[in-house]
């Protein structure tokens, strides 16, 4: 990934304390920092000042918001998993962003149920379309990978569909959602979902993975060609999927 400078600069002095239980999403992560980053330039948006980001895992992406949008007052970031949420409260203090970012515990937006709407709503879901035999499959394997967390449902996208279905709700009357996920789980039909719930669809970033280099490589593979999804190969041969970032933004 190359990032601008000011983006560069500040992740090179971000202090993160890792966990291998804990998600790192990276290249979906930069990937929407990046793109959110490249549209906020174009697109000159000073309104941003309330943000909340679901399933913050380490809480990377909030604690590199406050830089890209000097805007920011408040950041709520969320997550329902114990880990994630010790690590992103440990990685808050370390950076001393406390007094814009509060994490809190609990799924979707149920910890904000009686918040004032959000400007920008920011989540790279789990999204691994992964039935329950599957994950006790890859539970009983010698894989790492925190596999509760990353599951999307069978389809892949419950979470995804959740986050979209809801956000309206949520959000300020300017207010937009991103969202990043793989094609593995449908471009078009995030578009569409966005549409009926009153969001404008824009793809802001996309950029391929190699299916080599994600963890599941091994056990993923059948479980996503089971599903009817066929990896696209490079010139090199590689098998490799899309990763697109999502920005809706609300209809007024
Ligand atoms: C793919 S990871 C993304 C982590 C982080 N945002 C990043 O980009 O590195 C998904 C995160 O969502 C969390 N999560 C899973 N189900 C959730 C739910 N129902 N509500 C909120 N967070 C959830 C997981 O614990 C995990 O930390």
Do not use: W
Not at 41 to 60: C, W
Not at 77 to 102: E, F, M
Request: proline share 4%; charged share 20%.
């Amino acid at each position: 990934m190359t990032y601008e400078k000011p983006v560069l600069t500040y992740l090179s002095k971000l202090e993160l304390e890792h966990d291998s239980n804990v998600n790192d999403s990276d290249y979906y992560s930069d990937l929407l920092l990046q793109s959110l980053f490249n549209f906020l330039k174009k697109n000159n948006f000073n309104s941003i000042k309330r943000v909340l980001e679901i399933g913050t895992g380490r809480g990377y992406i909030s604690l590199v918001l406050p830089n890209l949008i000097p805007s920011i007052e408040q950041i709520i970031a969320t997550d329902v998993d114990h880990y994630a949420i010790l690590l992103a409260t440990q990685n808050v203090q370390l950076n001393r962003l406390g007094h814009k970012i509060s994490i809190r515990t609990g799924s979707l937006f149920e910890p904000v149920e009686r918040e004032q709407p959000f400007d920008l709503i920011i989540a790279v879901p789990p999204q691994l379309p992964l039935s329950k035999s599957q994950i006790k499959t890859l539970l009983n394997s010698s894989d790492t990978y925190h596999i509760h967390t990353s599951s999307g449902g069978e389809s892949g996208r419950m979470l995804v569909d959740q986050i979209i279905a809801s956000s309206y709700r949520f959000l300020s009357p300017v207010g937009m959602l991103v969202i990043a996920h793989s094609d593995i789980i449908g471009f078009e039909k995030t578009e569409d979902l966005m549409r009926r719930n009153g969001l404008v669809p824009q793809l802001i970033g996309s950029k391929a993975k190699l299916l080599k280099e994600t963890t599941l490589t091994r056990l993923g593979k059948p479980i996503f060609e089971s599903g009817g999804y066929s990896f696209r190969q490079n010139d090199f041969g590689e098998e490799y999927f899309n990763v697109g970032v999502f920005l809706g933004k609300k209809q007024n």
